[in-house]
């Protein structure tokens, strides 16, 4: 808990007008301010602001309380939050206690090992020598020194050391640094090193503005077999799901804008600030979940999605769109010209030349049945037929009733199905709702896998449907390709027990965006990859599959090495091979063990392979 003592002292001293109209536009009334009552819908201003007192009270619908009660009505914080919040904008140290002592935070030690590394990677960016190559590639993108210093970006030298060195030199281990995936480790040397080298660092913080992990981008060597950007693996404190890049720095002007930018990465988010566009937030690696659209609902209820316009941006468009929808989040699309993102338009256009594209987005069942008819959906019965189904996931994700309906007469119009028709279609297939009446993710669409009673398939129904987990895990990586980080994390080729899978798989991680196998692999992979990458198969709303198929392919893996890892021990010739087994029998349980240990793909050149790879 947070003493009282510094509760009334964060209260006194935080400016209530300031803190409301980030959000409320006010206007001066004598010794108070009046404006329209965020909590109603308020035509007459009634909605007053007594800076005397710190307190607000609308006379319209009766909502009133201080400056902390207004932010967590508004965007959705807990009151410890808003209070940390607070102390921390208005200066003021907050000292949480337990029974009269500090409270004592188990993951304490692993948030200040990346505070300590976000001030020494800063440091380096600021150095006149060392730092050079970052400020000259961030001037290139046009990010001054003062947008750097916002998102307090950084530079990893390229030193297998300097970052664990300067940690030891201030009582910061090795096994903290591994634990945030700050240092790795190679299959060919136990030697931990630095993870990030020679990148443009992006610290990535909560909404609370704790650094739970980094991002890096390469400053030079692009395209040697070295990946363009990386990111810190999960962590006990760093989920990729469940965190949003720039949500912390840019929630007010969402709130005040009333719609967030949801783009690809972080370069994105950063060159939209230096622009003066401060509504952008973005997923990390990984596709929008359930909990990046929960984040999203406490400050607005409006999106726009700024993807890459080919095919793999269209397909995350979607899901993303869909997720969304089912929290009630109302998306639009924008479509940028061929080959632009929203980094390279407002260098090149400035923050007006993006504006006329953002006031050009359209609604994302608009922009959907817009790509069908322009892919010749509706030119036949089978192709109309083979629409609806494309339609069907984004009218079961919709969870505003208003819009349900304006979405089910769209798509009836443009299909000629009637509307009594499509809903039973989408009761047919609907996810069923959670305990917070949330629609559950589903299993599969109408074309793909029914959904189990609990809302998704499990393993022994992807196996009993046909579909083995390598093969579905397979297929999903290549329609997302964003999840194969995702998958790296976890296992690694050595749990594909199908020789022509693996092989499938161990390219795909290589290289995510392959189109065709490399030379070399064998005759049946060739015909599997291409099966696969023709299939038909429906797999919308992917999460839960991939994420079954994940768990099949853990189990059967280490299982199978360690049963026969207990074989060889026992039958080991000497004591040094004996010793080596046990050695290897630990490391699987380790790798094993939590959610964040990383199957590494190797080292750095010279120690033993290369990072992962982690595309924005």
């Not at 709702?433 to 949330?438: E, M, Y």
Request: charged share 30%; aromatic share 8%.
């Amino acid at each position: 808990m947070i003493p009282d003592a510094v509760v009334d002292e964060v209260r006194a001293r935080a400016d209530i007008v300031e803190v409301v109209s980030e959000s409320v536009p006010l206007k001066k009334s004598g010794k108070d301010w009046k404006g329209k009552c965020p909590f109603h819908d308020d035509h007459s201003p009634s909605f007053y602001v007594v800076p005397e007192k710190g307190f607000y009270k609308c006379f319209g619908c009766g909502e009133s309380g201080d400056v902390f009660t207004f932010l967590m009505k508004r965007s959705g914080m807990e009151f410890l939050d808003a209070v940390r919040y607070l102390g921390g904008r208005y200066g003021i140290e907050i000292r949480e206690v337990t029974g009269g002592r500090e409270e004592d935070d188990p993951f304490r030690a692993l948030y200040e090992a990346n505070a300590f590394a976000r001030v020494w990677f800063h440091e380096r960016l600021l150095d006149p020598d060392a730092g050079k190559p970052a400020r000259s590639y961030l001037e290139r993108r046009g990010i001054g020194l003062e947008v750097a210093e916002r998102f307090g970006l950084g530079f990893a030298p390229d030193s297998w050391r300097g970052l664990r060195e300067a940690a030891a030199k201030h009582g910061i281990g090795d096994d903290l640094l591994l634990e945030v995936g700050l240092l790795t480790t190679s299959e060919r040397s136990a030697e931990p090193y630095d993870r990030f080298r020679n990148r443009v660092i992006f610290p990535i913080e909560s909404v609370t503005g704790r650094v739970v992990g980094f991002g890096g981008r390469i400053v030079s060597g692009e395209g040697e077999g070295v990946p363009k950007y990386l990111n810190s693996p999960e962590s006990p404190i760093y989920h990729k799901g469940d965190t949003l890049y720039g949500l912390g720095w840019n929630r007010n002007a969402i709130r005040r804008e009333g719609v967030a930018l949801l783009v690809e990465g972080y370069m994105d988010v950063v060159a939209l600030a230096a622009a003066g566009i401060e509504h952008a937030v973005a997923a990390l690696g990984t596709a929008v979940t359930e909990e990046h659209a929960r984040l999203l609902t406490r400050y607005t209820r409006k999106a726009l999605l700024l993807f890459d316009s080919d095919e793999a941006g269209e397909r995350a468009t979607f899901r993303a769109a869909d997720a969304l929808l089912a929290h009630g989040i109302h998306p639009s699309v924008v479509t940028l010209p061929p080959g632009e993102d929203p980094d390279t338009l407002v260098r090149a256009q400035g923050a007006a030349g993006l504006k006329r594209f953002l006031d050009a987005a359209v609604d994302v069942m608009d922009r959907k049945i817009q790509l069908l008819d322009e892919k010749g959906y509706f030119g036949s019965i089978e192709k109309v037929r083979a629409a609806v189904d494309k339609l069907l996931p984004t009218l079961r994700a919709v969870r505003d009733p208003a819009l349900r309906d304006i979405y089910l007469a769209s798509v009836a119009r443009r299909t000629g199905v009637r509307t009594e028709t499509l809903e039973e279609e989408v009761a047919r297939g609907s996810r069923p709702t959670s305990p917070s009446g949330v629609p559950a993710p589903m299993g599969a669409t109408s074309r793909g896998l029914r959904p189990s009673p609990r809302g998704r398939a499990s393993g022994g129904e992807l196996r009993r449907a046909g579909f083995g987990a390598e093969r579905k895990l397979l297929l999903v990586l290549l329609r997302d390709r964003t999840l194969v980080e995702r998958t790296l994390e976890r296992i690694g080729p050595e749990e594909f027990r199908d020789p022509s899978y693996r092989a499938i798989f161990e390219a795909l991680s290589q290289n995510p965006e392959l189109e065709a196998l490399p030379p070399g692999v064998s005759p049946e992979a060739e015909r599997r990859f291409d099966e696969l990458m023709g299939s038909p198969e429906d797999v919308e709303h992917t999460e839960q599959i991939f994420l079954d198929s994940l768990r099949v392919l853990e189990d059967q893996g280490p299982q199978a090495r360690q049963a026969a890892m207990k074989t060889e021990i026992a039958e080991a010739g000497s004591e040094d091979e004996e010793r080596r087994l046990l050695e290897e029998s630990a490391r699987l349980r380790r790798e094993r063990s939590g959610g964040w240990n990383v199957i590494r793909r190797g080292g750095p050149v010279g120690i033993g392979g290369d990072d992962q790879l982690v595309n924005e």
